[in-house]
């Protein structure tokens, strides 16, 4: 069974920096999709980020050219560096893995930004 365990969540004040990561386990196969979903309270669940198995990368347009997501193959784990943070970036975050086998989510890391 594929378990996904997040860490690097916190507190951090606007225009800081945190770092999400996602280590992904259970499987002899490297995910084909790994992607940063979010979701505030009151709201969707939304796309954030998504890397392909050869780093193909897409963003939303909320955290372009401020998030980087990226993996590694050989850990299977998938970060998201998120700089100049604002206070609408408050969300608990979320891995997602696409597998031939099925999908699977992370529990979640909350991730919530000051003004």
């Known amino acids: 069974q594929v378990q996904l365990v997040e860490s690097g969540g916190g507190l951090v004040q606007a225009g800081g920096s945190l770092r999400l990561s996602c280590a992904a386990s259970g499987s002899i196969f490297s995910p084909n999709i790994m992607k940063w979903y979010r979701q505030a309270p009151g709201k969707q669940r939304e796309l954030v980020a998504s890397i392909g198995l050869g780093s193909s990368t897409n963003y939303a347009d909320s955290v372009k050219g401020r998030f980087t997501i990226s993996r590694d193959n050989a850990k299977n784990t998938v970060s998201l560096q998120m700089n100049s943070l604002k206070p609408e970036d408050t969300a608990v975050y979320f891995c997602?893995?696409?597998?031939?086998?099925?999908?699977?989510w992370g529990q979640g890391t909350q991730v919530t930004v000051s003004s």
């Open positions: 997602h893995a696409v597998y031939r086998s099925g999908i699977y």
